[in-house]
């Protein structure tokens, strides 16, 4: 997988656009309190950099360089920092309590791995620190607008609420929205969106 996304963000082109997520831009009021902020497989930067534009220290994690790079070269463009660290999700022991928010915008796992790497944004905030997602559902392989062929790389949102158990749920979406980002992802799409406050330890 890595060499894939090695390869697929070795171009000039932001494949997946330059702006960032819809969600992630509707919801950013979340983020207000946090401060350090992680962004899980972040590809090309563009949801990064939106958050330093906002005012956020954020860093970015991902497992292709070449994509870490453009988030370099964005974040210049745009006159912000964003650190970056070459992660391999599935094989990376996170800090707990490393960070005041975790955000992923469309990681794409096998259903055996997603659980563990949204164990690993719920570790590495710290308790009453803020997780986001959108991922694209398994009804997403008959819309064929963006994400995996392969459907058991699309997410269940009865698993997602399996995850979230004890944690303050913030918001939860699981339907169609448009999405038009670069050339990969274009049109009516179907996904599931999540914003919770992880549980502090003196919580009911």
Known sequence: MGNMWNKR??????????????????????????????CFAEGEGRNAVFLAREGHDVTAWDYAESG????????AKHGVVVKTKTV??????????QFDAAIMVFG????????????????????GGVVMLEVYSKEQIRYG????????MLYDPKDVLDWIGG??????????????????????????????????????
């Not at 391999?88 to 309590?97: I, P, R």
């Not at 259903?111 to 710290?126: I, Y």
């Open 167 to 204: 944690h303050h749920v913030v918001h939860f979406f699981w339907g169609e929205q448009d999405r038009k980002e670069g050339t990969l992802h274009k049109g009516l799409a179907h996904v599931i969106q999540l914003v919770l406050k992880k549980k502090r330890s003196d919580d009911e």
């Open 108 to 127: 794409h796992f096998q259903s055996r791995d997603q659980k563990e790497v949204f164990k690993k944004m719920l570790k590495v905030v710290k308790p």
């Open 9 to 38: 963000f070795a171009t000039e082109e932001y494949v997946y656009g330059e702006e960032p997520n819809a969600f992630i831009r509707e919801h950013v009021g979340q983020l207000r309190a946090c401060g350090p902020v992680v």
């Open 68 to 75: 870490l790079r453009k988030t370099k070269s964005l974040a």
């Open 88 to 97: 391999d999700l599935l094989e990376y022991e996170v800090e707990a309590g």
């Open 145 to 152: 607008t963006g994400g995996p062929r392969e459907i058991d």
